[in-house]
């Protein structure tokens, strides 16, 4: 059964960069039929996508956020990692990776998700 | 602000059937993009529900059924029970000048 696990720090201070890594059990993160993205959930609010990876480097982000985010991945680690800079407390929200497949555009697994609060 | 759009609830006894609207626009759904439906629990990551407009995942009960026309697609559930009770999200893609994958502004679905 294929698991995924956020992972980093839950406060973050305004205008430093956020942090999470998600680590991939159960399967390999190396298959080509599937993105790996993240999503988030602002307290009480709807999702929303922020980007998605392959394992081959590629990336695709939300271009509301695109100037800001650095996803990545580490195959040897079957992990992939967000980045998000210059935070601000509209980035409060619970953070989600989820496995994408990408001949359907749907997200098929999700982690647990993360609460990151971002404050001085 | 999501460019598709749900009502914020709806809700029905326990037995009866309820659906739930996602409204998109020619450059998502009405352009061909698929809906896939998420159910969310209090407290809990969302899990794929509908995928391809109407294609349930193992597991998922045929109680809930999808359906997709013009820039419109919609979620059905007939026999509600009270574990229904969660927000459904709707999922498609966007093919605008800020092309992104993109989720519905959810329902919170009561079973009275």
């Known amino acids: 059964q294929l698991q995924l696990q956020e992972s980093g720090p839950g406060l973050v201070k305004p205008s430093e960069t956020l942090s999470l890594t998600c680590t991939v059990s159960g399967g390999s993160i190396s298959s080509s039929s599937y993105y790996w993205g993240w999503i988030r959930q602002p307290p009480g609010k709807g999702l929303e996508w922020i980007g998605s990876?392959?394992?081959?480097?590629?990336?695709h982000y939300n271009p509301s956020l695109k100037s800001r985010v650095t996803i990545s991945v580490d195959t040897s680690k079957n992990q992939f990692s967000l980045k998000l800079s210059s935070v601000t407390a509209a980035d409060t929200a619970v953070y989600y990776c989820a496995r994408q497949i990408i001949s359907l555009a749907t997200f098929d697994y999700w982690g647990q998700g993360t609460l990151v609060t971002v404050s001085s | 602000q999501s460019v598709l759009t749900q009502p914020p609830s709806v809700s029905g006894a326990p037995g009866q059937r309820v659906t739930i609207s996602c409204t998109g626009s020619?450059?998502?759904?009405?352009?061909?993009?698929?809906v896939h439906w998420y159910q969310q629990l209090p407290g809990t990551a969302p899990k794929l529900l509908l995928y391809g407009n109407s294609n349930r995942p193992s597991g998922v009960p045929d109680r809930f059924s999808g359906s997709k026309s013009g820039t419109s697609a919609s979620l059905a559930i007939t026999g509600l029970q009270a574990e229904d009770e969660a927000d459904y999200y709707c999922q498609s893609y966007d093919s605008s000048l800020s092309a992104s994958y993109v989720f519905g502004t959810g329902t919170k679905v009561t079973v009275l």
């Open positions: 990876i392959h394992y081959s480097g590629t990336t």
């Open positions: 020619s450059s998502n759904i009405g352009a061909g993009y698929d």
